[in-house]
């Protein structure tokens, strides 16, 4: 492809990707296909000679399209929104046309330089301390992987213990990332300690102080709490203040996953879940959910550098350069050594809003929540299961004179789910809380609007009156 046939090219798939954009509302959210049905249509072996670009991108448009799921669906509700923006897209084409690996400054000074700066200016906008500093990883799972390495570092460097006699501690409704990050950084499993959380679905502090003061009497030694800042079922807050007020005592690391609900703290109104956050040795919060960037960008935020340093860096002579006692090597501050450069889509999306422009769309989509949660308290066959302290809402259909079990009310609530999401325009998924299926609508798409809510709430009622 020469120089004028690819700028042909890009146009039109430029033209595609605004069209696209546009009419994202006309496809179903999720695609109505059964398993092995596109690679049936996909050929099994790789072509031989050179394929016309008009045919790859006739075959783009006819047999992958519409195998795809549609995030951008103004109509998403499911799981957590994995937002993208024009300016992020658009970031995006500029980072895959310059082709850098990122891995060390030396390698694009700019790359390394501007990530420096936009995960400082995210810092300043959540009002994180001066004490935290920041680096991109590619998902919250590898950040929570790099603190819990960071944390048995630091465990075994201080008093000689055993990483047999090494403990973890989180709450049950942690993500399911946490315990595996334990587990890869070779914790075990039996020293993995699931928490009990209150009646709102947050960590119980007392529970955690309990369980370490346990292990200690047994000789074992807490080497992490990974406290959850926006629960993945729910968005519940853990007590980080207690939490963090527990930590100092055992001299023990701190983890804060905030993946989701992290990008609430640009609210000033939200803030006050990061009460504690002073003395926290690393938090993470995804960019690429709820602030318009696109996948992938973890802003991880971590106190002690040195100790990160020593946790990840090594130093064959062939990554080394005239300027690494000068500059950040990001390279030695998680686990691949190529690194994309995701600090473009960022600093894009930062100045193309602003903090106003983010401000406002966070502040719609919670208020959005805290109407549809409403809806559903005053609603005679639906109620609430959880708390909505952002904007995601957790409900069921129970009719005020049930008289049947919970296994059947479960049953029917997935059904319900499969009937709304049959209908094509919206989509939500499950959860259980306290053992019981919930209905979780996360509304955080930047396409969606108020009538999108009203919408959902409606099939919900419609479908529920089929039941
Ligand atoms: C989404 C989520 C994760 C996982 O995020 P990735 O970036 O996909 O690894 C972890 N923790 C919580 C609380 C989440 O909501």
């Known amino acids: 492809m020469d120089a004028d046939e690819f700028r042909d090219r890009a146009h039109q798939l430029v033209d595609w990707m605004a069209d696209y954009l546009r009419d994202v509302e006309s496809h179903n959210v999720v695609p109505n296909c059964a398993p092995g049905e596109i690679r049936a249509k996909l050929p099994t072996e790789p072509p031989d000679s050179p394929e016309a670009f008009d045919a790859i991108f006739r075959d783009f448009r006819s047999l992958i399209v519409p195998g795809m799921t549609h995030w951008n669906h103004p109509g998403w509700f499911g799981y957590f929104p994995a937002n993208n923006s024009p300016p992020s897209i658009l970031a995006e084409m500029l980072v895959a046309t310059l082709g850098a690996q990122c891995m060390s400054w030396q390698t694009s000074p700019a790359a390394t330089e501007l990530e420096e700066v936009t995960l400082d200016w995210l810092r300043q906008l959540l009002g994180l301390p001066e004490t935290l500093t920041g680096v991109i990883q590619d998902s919250a799972s590898s950040a929570s992987l790099v603190a819990l390495l960071c944390a048995r570092e630091q465990a075994l460097q201080s008093d000689r213990q055993s990483l047999n006699s090494l403990t973890v ?45 346990e292990d200690r009497r047994a000789g074992r030694q807490p080497a992490c709490i990974v406290a959850t800042l926006g629960t993945t079922s729910s968005t519940a807050i853990d007590p980080l203040a207690q939490i963090a007020a527990i930590a100092r005592d055992v001299d023990c690391y701190l983890h804060v996953d905030a993946a989701y609900a992290g990008a609430a703290a640009l609210l000033p109104e939200c803030r006050s879940m990061l009460a504690g956050i002073d003395s926290v040795d690393s938090f993470v919060f995804n960019p690429h959910k709820w602030l318009l960037v696109n996948f992938d960008c973890s802003a991880h935020f971590v106190r002690d550098v040195d100790l990160l ?8 002579d062939y990554l080394k350069t005239a300027h690494d006692a000068d500059v950040k090597n990001f390279r030695d501050w998680g686990i691949p050594l190529g690194r994309r450069f995701r600090a473009l889509k960022l600093w894009f999306v930062l100045r193309s809003y602003g903090s106003r422009g983010l401000r406002d769309m966070l502040r719609q989509h919670i208020a959005w929540g805290h109407r549809l949660h409403g809806w559903v308290d005053a609603a005679a066959n639906f109620e609430t299961m959880a708390p909505s302290p952002l904007g995601l809402v957790c409900l069921r259909w129970h009719p005020r004179d049930w008289a049947g079990d919970n296994a059947e009310l479960d049953a029917l609530n997935l059904e319900l789910l499969r009937r709304v999401n049959a209908c094509g325009d919206v989509y939500l998924t499950h959860t259980r809380l306290a053992g019981q299926v919930a209905i979780r609508v996360a509304i955080g798409q930047r396409t969606t609007n108020e009538s999108d809510v009203h919408r959902v709430w409606d099939t919900l009622r419609e479908q529920a009156a089929t039941l």
């Open 309 to 316: 340093l020593k946790t990840m860096s090594t130093a064959p």
């Open 169 to 213: 501690y989180a709450s049950a409704e942690a993500h399911a990332s946490v315990e595996k990050a334990a587990k890869l950084a070779g914790f075990r499993s039996e020293n993995f300690r699931t928490i009990p959380v209150d009646g709102r679905f947050a960590l119980d502090p007392k529970a955690l102080a309990e369980a370490i003061s």
